[in-house]
């Protein structure tokens, strides 16, 4: 018995201990309205749920076989206009009190992007196995993760470049698709500052668990002042030799796929500001070994990775270009 209830107490932390994903926990309008409409269907089933078991028990009990009740044979009973009447309009009305706040609101969150005023427009698109996050009226293109400003309306407009995948941010609101060849929308609002943790919550290939991404909500004028930087920030210029000739590596081997700075837009993951990511790809922590392992073989450490491997390449240019990722800062 102990050994059982270790088990279950284990299973328990293991599913939900661990992630770092918070749910019920709103820090935006459409998150509050969802744990509301939530609230109010766990309190209507749970009252359900006690009456029914509550008169289960007791007629359970009132009705068992006792010496004297020992084949007994109850009478046939055929039909009762009053008790049907009741177990057909308590559910009735049940179902319209659970109704009417759910398709108001539903449809109040399905169209707030249409009524929503003045709002920051970013596109995210979904790649197996990267967010890439790019504001249009900004030219500002971020790889696995978003800035926003408090209080105002963001309106995500969610495409994928290859298969479904989920964009979740539980603590700012539920989750939508990212459909191929579909366009999309979820409005969003923060109502505090923090950083938001989100999650592809649709299974998209092996390395679905590693398709993170964080929202940091900032207040206007730090949103602004961010926008400023990003726009201005270009690729690192005065490179040491190693620096200079990783760069060089770098051109011929993987510009092609991968931009440098927050004004270009490419097939890859934008680079830009990689040496303040704390890991490589959501995998691995950044360090110069592990982006060198990475760059050799990167899909053993991220199975099913598009990004091919590069076991050619010697040591030497192997260190050039972390030397050279290292100076990609924000
Ligand atoms: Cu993308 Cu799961």
Redesign the pocket.
Known sequence: MKRLCCGILMSVLFLTGCSSLKVLDPKGTVAELQLNLFQISIAIMLLVFFIVFSMFVYFTWKYRETPERRGFTPSYVKGNKKMEVTWTVIPILLLTILAVPTVKGTFSLAHSDEKSENPLEIEVT?H??WWEVHYPDQDITLTNEAYIPVDQPVVFHLKSDD?I??FWVPKLGGKKDLIPGKNNTLTLNASEEGVYKGQ??????AS??F?RFKIHAVGENQFNQWKDKKSKEKAPENLTPAAEKGKKIFISKCLSCHAVSPAERSEGPNLAGFSDKERIGNVVKNTDENVEKWIKDPSSFKPDINMPGFPDLTEEDLHALSEYLSRLEE
């Open positions: 979904g197996q196995y298969v995948h989920s592809c919550a649709e299974l998209c290939g679905h668990s398709m």
